[in-house]
């Protein structure tokens, strides 16, 4: 079992999220999530092993705001993003939205995600599950970011889209996969294995 860093952006497959979480607990992960704040438009982070009275627990669902916590930083305080790198085996992001995708390609760190990517020890491994429209997953940008992020990455797991008609009522590949094959390649990624499946999937 695992300590599982799992990652949620501004993808509507957010709303997945609460079930994904709860779906790697009963493999018997431990699992500690980082949201965007475009994330918490699709679900609602109090929602998640709240503490007792309904309020978000920070130790389970993390917001950039715990790494801005407003009074001036003071030597001896945490850094929010290298404590959660430390504790992490494996860092999963699902869903993984185009901007987040473009921000990991660039070496962009402007958000505790992005900042946990960015100083992410390289020899662990990373599994990624893009999601979004159709049209912005075959846009260039897309196969250019993943193959950026595998030449930069040790070791990146894809678990590509799938097909479906997607939130925005437009058919066709861009959806998060689902949750089973969500865990069974993460597990896959921690035994060691090679998710065979293409960067580019595009026309
Ligand atoms: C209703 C709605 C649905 C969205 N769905 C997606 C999506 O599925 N995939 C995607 O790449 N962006 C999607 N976006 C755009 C992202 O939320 C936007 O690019 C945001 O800035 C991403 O921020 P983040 O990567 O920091 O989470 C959606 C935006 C809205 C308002």
């Not at 018997?28 to 092993?49: K, L």
């Not at 950026?148 to 066709?172: F, N, S, T, Y």
């Amino acid at each position: 079992m695992a300590k599982v860093l799992l990652g949620a952006t501004g993808s509507v497959a957010a709303i997945r999220v609460p079930d994904l979480y709860a779906a790697l607990r009963r493999e018997g992960h431990e699992v500690r999530i980082i949201a965007t704040d475009a994330s918490t438009y699709f679900f609602d982070p109090a929602q998640i092993d709240p503490l007792p009275g309904g309020a978000r627990n920070p130790e389970v669902v993390t917001l950039d705001q715990d790494e801005w916590p407003g009074e001036r930083w003071k030597r001896g305080d945490p850094v929010l993003h290298i404590e959660l790198r430390r504790w992490a085996d494996v860092l999963l992001v699902a869903p993984l939205d185009a901007g987040t995708l473009a921000k990991f390609a660039l070496g962009l760190c402007d958000n505790c995600l992005s900042c946990v990517y960015r100083a992410w020890d390289r020899a662990r491994p990373i599994v990624l599950a893009p999601a979004m429209n159709t049209l912005m997953w075959q846009h260039p940008a897309t196969s250019r970011h993943q193959e950026q992020i595998a030449a930069d990455m040790d070791e990146v797991h894809w678990i590509g889209p799938i097909e479906k008609r997607l939130a925005c009522d437009d058919v066709g590949l861009g959806a998060m996969a689902e949750i089973p094959q969500i865990v069974s390649a993460l597990a896959d990624a921690l035994a060691g294995g090679l998710i065979e499946l293409p960067l580019w999937s595009g026309l």
